[in-house]
């Protein structure tokens, strides 16, 4: 079982940068792919960004060439830099866990969620 704890939210203006942090505990993690997912009010949690053990990246349109998701193995942590970010990127951001190398079908691990909040 993984535990994540995700860190770096906050309340910024539309076009500042924030870049969240997810630590990594309890199992083995280097081996496996990761994601971060948000989720805003009457919306269903959907796909920001994810990342292989080997460091490939999918990211969702609506935040290609905004967003970057990176991943430190040896520190069991998971990045995602945002900049230029609009009010419409205002949602809980999670971390989650894949149990493969891939990152497809669901997470099986979820860390507890972090505000981020833009103002335009």
């Known amino acids: 079982q993984v535990q994540l704890v995700e860190s770096g939210g906050g309340l910024v203006q539309a076009g500042w940068s924030l870049r969240l942090s997810c630590a990594a505990s309890g199992s083995a993690f280097s081996d496996r792919a990761m994601a971060w997912y948000r989720q805003s009010p009457g919306k269903q949690r959907e796909l920001v960004a994810g990342i292989t053990y080997t460091g490939s990246a999918i990211y969702a349109e609506a935040v290609e060439g905004r967003f970057t998701i990176s991943r430190n193995n040896a520190k069991n942590s998971v990045f995602l830099q945002m900049d230029s970010l609009k009010p419409e990127d205002t949602a809980v951001y999670y971390c989650?866990?894949?149990?493969?190398?891939?990152?497809?079908?669901?997470?099986?691990?979820w860390g507890q969620g972090t505000q981020v909040t833009v103002s335009s």
């Open positions: 989650a866990v894949y149990p493969s190398t891939s990152v497809l079908g669901n997470p099986d691990s």
